[in-house]
């Protein structure tokens, strides 16, 4: 997949820049994680300066899905049923993909996507049922 159009190299890192940018660098390295069986997957939030920038990527087996054990368990403890993972859902004007729960995050603890660009956010769970029509 990867940018459609040559870019030129960067004199400074901003804002618009780092999603794309990481996307590419991980699907640079999914043909080595495929050779060995891994799945790769960004994890958190991507911390950047004018310099450079910073994000985690996750190397599972490709057969498991941690994220997705954790959301069956987790799931009806915040009035969701463990097939909503993975479910998309629109808010506003986005759609977005359930894609984690974060236990720890009492406020926001739903793990989203966007659909179009892959951009993680958290939210309440409350939100989220709303959004998907649960109350």
């Known amino acids: 997949m990867g940018m459609s159009t040559p ?3 960067l004199t400074e ?3 618009k820049d780092v999603g794309p940018i990481s996307r590419e660098i991980i ?6 994680a495929k050779k060995h069986g891994l799945k790769l997957s ?9 310099n450079g920038f910073h994000f985690k990527v996750s190397a599972t087996l490709e057969n498991i899905d941690p994220e997705r054990d954790n959301f069956i368990q987790y799931a009806p403890i915040y009035g969701l ?3 909503d993972y993975r479910r998309t859902f629109k808010h506003g004007q986005k759609e977005y993909r359930i894609v984690g729960i974060n236990t720890r995050a009492h406020a926001y603890p739903i ?3 966007t659909v179009n660009r892959g951009d993680r956010f958290k939210m309440p769970a409350s939100q989220v049922k709303m959004a998907m029509g649960k109350y």
């Not at 699907?27 to 080595?32: I, K, L, P, R, T």
């Not at 960004?42 to 004018?50: A, F, S």
């Open 27 to 32: 699907e640079a390295a999914e043909g080595v």
């Open 13 to 15: 890192v901003n804002r």
């Open 7 to 9: 870019r030129t190299k």
């Open 111 to 113: 793990i989203v996507e």
């Open 81 to 83: 049923d463990p097939k």
């Open 42 to 50: 960004r994890k958190g939030n991507i911390t950047y300066d004018k």
